[in-house]
Each structure stands twice: as structure tokens, then as C-alpha cells.
């Protein structure tokens, strides 16, 4: 068995896309890409469980809905360049979700987190469909090997992604999302996140995420699948 602690949320009352697709991830376990979807909204503090068939793995709720499943995957792009430490920094300062966010105690971006609480990773628009911003990891997500986790990681390669397609435009879930983790970041290393918006169609939103240290050494990425939905499914 195993729960979505809530802290761990996105939309108050379901678990952070990123989180949850790590949480598959991380329990299939496989080396290079992999893609995880998610079915519907991830219930929190309650008892979930693992299902396997073949190279896939399911997350079920107790009545057996599937909540996510994950597979081996393969990107469609090329990574993103690091983005320089100083368009970071003007990323950060331009963080729209000071301003006015829907997911404001999201776990990943949500500015009424505390550090600690949430990862405060804030990126914001530098061009070109193109967000970025700069972030370091808090020691309190250390685990015993020194680094984050890959939940975590997954939950810090998700939100960039959100913003690039504009959060606040356009009231978003993650649907989908392929990702790799070269290296989880460790607690007090200086990180450059960066996400740009790929494509749009109807109410889909195609985007990736690549974070990077501040030296250039690519940590992870993704592509996503972001969907477009009303704010009763989620507020």
C-alpha cells in the first residue's frame, strides 16, 4: 500500500502532477525515459495500490480506479539549452504567480508555501514562449543518500512546463508527462530550470521542462501534456 501525503499536492485537494507521474516512475524503476499519464485527479491521504503488467505499472485506488500508470518512453525533441544564470534570475523576478496564482499552495510552484514546505520553484516569462528561473533544493527534502528523490525531481521538472503554457490564462492539469532523471539535485546545489510552450491544440498544451545546475550539467527533463480545465473540476 501507499498514500499521497498532502503535502505532496497541486490543486488543494489532489496530488502534484509531477509528484504523482515520480511516484510511477519511480516504483517502474526503469533506465531512460519514461511516460507517465494520469487518469484522474490523485486522491491524497488515502490507501492506494501498486499494480504491475509486463513493463507498465498502475496506481489504483482502493475501489481499483487506475489514478496513473507509467511505461518506458522516448522524447519528440531535443533538450533545452541551460538558460544563463542572469535570464534566470529576470525569470524569477517576473514569476506571474506573485501576482495572482490558481494553485497558490501548489507543492512545486505555490507562493503560500513555506521553504521546506514546498519547493517555491518560481519561473517566469524570458521570451520567445520561454520561461525560466533559478531554484535551490531545501535540505529538508534531503534523503538519506544526499540528494532529493525522484518524486521530488519529477515535481521540480513539472511546473515550468505549466507556466510556459500560462497557468493564469488558462486553468491547467498535467496529463501526461515523459521525463528523465540524468541526476537528482542535492540540497543546497543552485539549480536553472527552463520551460517552453511546443504546441497548443484545442485544450492540450505541449510543453517541456530541463533543469540544469548552475554550471550546465543537464539534471533532468520532460515533455508534457497539459489540459485545459473548468475551475470546478479542480477549485
Not at 500500500?1 to 502532477?17: D, K, L, R
Not at 505555490?110 to 535540505?139: I, M, N, Y
Not at 534531503?142 to 528523490?149: L, P, V, Y
Request: proline fraction near 9%; aromatic fraction near 8%; charged fraction near 20%.
Amino acid at each position: 500500500m501507499v498514500t499521497i501525503p498532502a503535502q505532496f499536492n497541486g490543486p488543494e485537494h489532489s496530488g502534484n502532477g509531477g509528484y504523482v507521474a515520480g511516484m510511477l516512475a519511480d516504483e517502474l524503476a526503469t533506465p531512460g525515459p519514461i511516460t507517465s499519464t494520469l487518469r484522474i485527479p490523485p486522491p491524497l491521504d488515502v490507501p492506494l495500490s501498486w499494480e504491475r503488467d509486463g513493463d507498465a505499472v498502475r496506481l489504483l485506488t482502493a475501489g481499483g480506479a487506475v489514478i496513473g500508470d507509467a511505461a518506458p518512453g522516448s522524447f519528440a525533441r531535443d533538450v533545452l539549452a541551460c538558460p544563463t544564470p542572469p535570464q534566470a534570475e529576470a525569470g524569477l523576478a517576473a514569476y506571474p504567480g506573485f501576482h495572482h496564482h490558481p494553485f497558490d499552495r501548489c507543492f512545486t510552484c505555490g507562493t503560500q508555501r513555506d521553504d521546506g514546505d514546498g519547493l517555491r520553484l518560481f519561473t517566469g516569462p524570458v521570451g520567445d514562449g520561454l520561461t525560466a528561473g533559478s531554484w535551490t533544493p531545501h535540505e529538508a527534502f534531503a534523503t538519506a543518500s544526499g540528494t532529493i528523490d525522484v518524486p521530488v525531481t519529477w515535481a521540480a521538472l513539472d511546473c515550468p512546463g505549466g507556466w510556459a503554457a500560462d497557468f493564469n490564462q488558462h486553468l491547467m492539469v498535467l496529463g501526461r508527462m515523459t521525463a528523465e532523471v540524468l541526476r537528482c539535485p542535492r540540497p543546497g546545489e543552485p539549480c536553472l530550470a527552463v520551460g517552453p510552450l511546443s504546441a497548443r491544440d484545442g485544450r492540450k498544451f505541449f510543453t517541456g521542462t530541463a533543469l540544469y545546475t548552475r554550471d550546465g550539467e543537464l539534471l533532468g527533463r520532460s515533455e508534457q501534456t497539459w489540459i485545459e480545465v473548468e475551475a470546478a473540476q479542480v477549485l
